[in-house]
């Protein structure tokens, strides 16, 4: 029998143990075609072991992102955990089996000669990337493939388990962010007697917007400008803890000469935080004359262009 050890020898331990795995078997018939129809990662279904749902998880051609080429690479990875803590880890032990059906005892390997491993919520799969190679694996005289039937196993042991009380966030970019562009044309906008008046509520990146304007300023403006704010439809929807990161541009329409006056920000809108605009968007006195088009038969017409970049949530 060729060398089993591997390049990897210093990584991790293999012997031949009598013993079956405690936990859980994988029987792979028809193994060969998993490659014929491109099935480069298998992942068992759940069992329980030391109180946690796991996986095994088996890559037939190797694991190509591990430099698994010509091997087998076979993974212990756990499952269900939506229902754990926040910051959850524990640190695990374990073995996986490849059972030899001529002598009906099974090639095991302890990754890190059992040093326990850490699984977290940002490494949930550990395992050996060159289980066997599959010059080796495939050796009939071997009784690792046999009729073209293999069988994989694993055992795990939970060491120690750590729920953490901190907290924590995760930002994710849009790779593909679509600018979304919404028009609010105003009518009879000298009869406006409220203080603020919204647009309907439009879809932006996932998210509700509205438009607002102060047809006579707001606050410290009151009197002297017209205000103008982009603002999220419900702020009290999101968690205290999310922020989503947009690039806004607000602008008033030129209907006299195809103009308009606009401002541009990014900025991370949050629950306590949830809009962003201009008090000092532009003059009265400039918008209300009748040669700067603006407000053009009693009409204005406002519009918001919407590129949400990104979006952080607090780990759940």
Same mark, same amino acid.
């Given at each position: ?108 390997? *302890?990754?890190? +000669? ?7 919520? %940002?490494? #949930?799969?550990?395992? /050996?990337? !060159?289980? @066997? ?27 120690? *388990?750590?729920? +953490? ?7 994710? %970019?849009? #790779?593909?962010?679509? /600018?979304? !562009?919404? @028009? ?133």
């Amino acid at each position: 029998m060729a060398n089993l050890l591997g390049d990897d020898m210093d990584e991790i331990a293999r012997y031949v143990s009598d013993v079956p795995p405690a936990h859980y078997t994988v029987k792979i018939e028809s193994f060969s075609l998993l490659a014929k129809n491109c099935v480069d990662r298998y992942e068992s279904g759940e069992f329980e072991a030391g109180g946690y749902k796991w996986k095994l998880v088996v890559h037939p051609l190797g694991n190509k992102s591990k430099n698994g080429d010509d091997h087998i690479s076979l993974y212990l990875a756990i499952a269900g955990t939506d229902s754990l803590q926040t910051n959850w880890e524990m640190f695990v032990i374990y073995r996986l089996f490849l059972l030899d059906q001529n002598n009906d005892n099974y090639l095991t390997v *302890e990754d890190g +000669k059992m040093k326990p491993r850490r699984f977290r919520g %940002m490494k #949930k799969e550990w395992g /050996i990337d !060159k289980y @066997i190679s599959l010059k080796e694996f495939n050796e009939s005289s071997n009784g690792y493939l046999v009729d073209d039937t293999c069988v994989f196993g694993a055992e795990v042991f939970v060491c120690k *388990e750590n729920f +953490k009380g901190g907290k924590g966030e995760c930002l994710s %970019m849009v #790779k593909s962010p679509i /600018i979304h !562009k919404h @028009i609010w044309k105003i009518d009879n906008f000298s009869k406006l007697d409220a203080e603020c008046h919204e647009s309907r509520i439009f879809n932006a990146g996932d998210q509700k917007w509205k438009l607002r304007v102060y047809p006579n300023g707001r606050g410290s403006c009151k009197g002297s400008h017209l205000s103008f704010f982009l603002a999220l439809a419900d702020p009290t929807t999101l968690h205290p803890a999310t922020k989503i990161y947009a690039e806004v541009t607000l602008r008033l329409q030129d209907q006299e000469h195809s103009k308009h006056h606009s401002g541009k920000v990014s900025y991370w809108f949050t629950a306590s935080n949830p809009e962003v605009g201009g008090l000092r968007f532009i003059l009265l006195s400039k918008f209300r004359q009748p040669n700067m088009g603006f407000l053009l038969k009693d009409v204005c017409i406002v519009e918001a262009e919407v590129n949400v970049l990104g979006v952080a949530n607090a780990f759940s």
